[in-house]
């Protein structure tokens, strides 16, 4: 792992992002060769006692999709949200009742596929503690917390390799505590990680 950097340094870091994606998933001519549905999501985080911290859900079990995984807030677009952000901070209003006038949006990490259909957009925002995190009960079992500098920790990630549509690619696994964070919510840890310098490592370009 890099040097661990202040709060006030991965604030700064988080502000340079935009409306354009940090990162995008084997480029957009990938995305643009299937017919995905849009979804957004939201990855919020808090700082406590100077450290970042990121707000993860596990979802309940008996889902038709990701069914007991662990993920950030998030959903399939709506025809009444104006923007991809409003898709992201809605479901997170839904799912874990963060209110989206409590988050500070600085802007988008990432654009992925999912082998379950979805083109989701990423949006990093901060919101402030102490604060009442609510899962609903139909789609969320619990919400768990976890420290970014914890995360970044070497021997809690791991990548295994699998293929979709005739590509081979990387799949990122964190172990943290009793949850497992893997798929589409652990390629987007590992890119906010790497975005935030709090882990330098070139296995994975993509």
Excluded: K
Excluded at 166 to 181: K, S
């Amino acid at each position: 792992m890099s040097q661990p950097l202040d709060s006030e340094c991965i604030r700064q870091q988080l502000a340079e992002l935009g409306d354009e994606p940090a990162h995008v998933w084997y480029g957009h001519d990938h995305l643009d060769r299937w017919d995905l549905d849009e979804a957004s999501v939201l990855i919020p985080l808090f700082v406590r006692d100077g450290a970042w911290h990121a707000i993860f859900t596990e979802r309940a079990d008996g889902l038709d999709q990701h069914s007991g995984e662990v993920s950030f807030p998030g959903g399939r677009s709506e025809e009444s949200d104006a923007t991809r952000q409003a898709t992201a901070l809605r479901e997170a209003g839904e799912e874990i009742a963060l209110s989206p006038r409590d988050v500070n949006v600085f802007g988008v990490l990432a654009e992925m596929p999912t082998v379950t259909g979805f083109h989701i957009v990423a949006y990093v925002g901060s919101f402030e503690m102490p604060y009442e995190l609510v899962p609903e009960v139909s789609e969320i079992e619990t919400i768990f917390e976890a420290p970014l500098e914890g995360l970044a920790d070497p021997e809690l990630h791991r990548i295994e390799t699998r293929s979709f549509d005739g590509d081979t690619f990387p799949v990122h696994f964190f172990e943290y505590d009793a949850h497992i964070i893997w798929g589409a919510t652990g390629y987007l840890l590992y890119h906010l990680l790497r975005y935030l310098e709090l882990i330098d490592d070139r296995r994975e370009e993509s």
